[in-house]
């Protein structure tokens, strides 16, 4: 079945640097791939999405990228404020088409430094 | 997202013992999801539904049941408690056919089976 791998599972930035956080999935007919990032005792919520006809989308400070030749896409965020300090899951559609059934990866622990 | 709502927030059970735990949206939304999330793990998929007759299994069904009681209901039940179920349990919700998939997610119940 799909399989979505995320790495690093923890990362620490000193405020100000920017951070990336990598996922790799199985399914090639995955076609959605959003982010999520979830603060300490509260619901995920998402940050950035994007779909398999585009490359790379940008919002503000933050970044996704897509490789669909080699399966993987990454989150990009720059000047890194402590506030971003949070978990953020990968997760990608499973399958073509539109259920809306996610993969979620197994979640990377973002701690930014003042 | 006040729009997504779960009772409880949090339940402590024993094993053995029957559990039900409730998400209302007043999103409008058709589509709802049951997942279950634990440290390093990320967020499973238990049960999903499409509408009120339409009711799927996910990832991890094993031990739990569902009903989608109305099209702003959605209940997860755990028949027969055991350990391993302790976990936070979100519920989620997504508009078919939307531009975007983006997923609402409730508060989460915690739920801890001893």
């Known amino acids: 079945g799909e399989n979505v791998e995320q790495h690093p599972s923890t990362l620490s930035v000193q405020e100000g640097d920017s951070a990336v956080i990598k996922c790799t999935y199985s399914?090639?007919?995955?076609?959605?791939f959003p982010w999520y990032k979830q603060e300490l005792g509260k619901r995920p919520q998402l940050i950035i999405d994007?779909?398999?006809?585009?490359g790379e989308k940008k919002d503000q400070r933050i970044a996704v990228t897509l490789n669909k030749t080699a399966k993987h896409f990454s989150l990009h965020i720059t000047e890194t404020q402590p506030e971003d300090s949070a978990v953020y899951f990968c997760?990608?559609?499973?399958?073509?088409?539109?259920?809306?059934?996610?993969?979620f990866g197994q979640g990377t622990t973002l701690q930014v430094k003042p | 997202d006040a729009d997504v709502t779960q009772t409880p927030r949090n339940r402590i059970t024993k094993t053995g013992k029957r559990i039900m735990l409730e998400c209302s949206q007043t999103?409008?939304?058709?589509?709802m999801y049951w997942y279950r999330q634990d440290p390093g793990l990320g967020l499973r998929l238990i049960y999903y539904?499409?509408?009120?007759?339409?009711?799927n299994k996910g990832e991890i069904s094993d031990g739990y049941s569902v009903s989608r009681q109305a099209q702003a209901k959605f209940s997860l039940s755990l028949e027969s408690a055991i350990p391993n179920q302790t976990a936070l349990y979100f519920c989620?919700?997504?508009?078919?056919?939307?531009?975007?998939?983006?997923?609402?997610f409730g508060p989460g119940t915690r739920l801890t089976v001893l």
């Open positions: 989620a919700t997504r508009r078919s056919g939307a531009s975007t998939d983006t997923q609402y």
């Open positions: 399914d090639s007919a995955s076609n959605y």
């Open positions: 994007i779909r398999s006809n585009v």
């Open positions: 997760a990608a559609s499973l399958g073509s088409g539109n259920t809306g059934k996610l993969i």
């Open positions: 999103k409008g939304h058709d589509r």
């Open positions: 539904s499409f509408d009120v007759k339409d009711i």
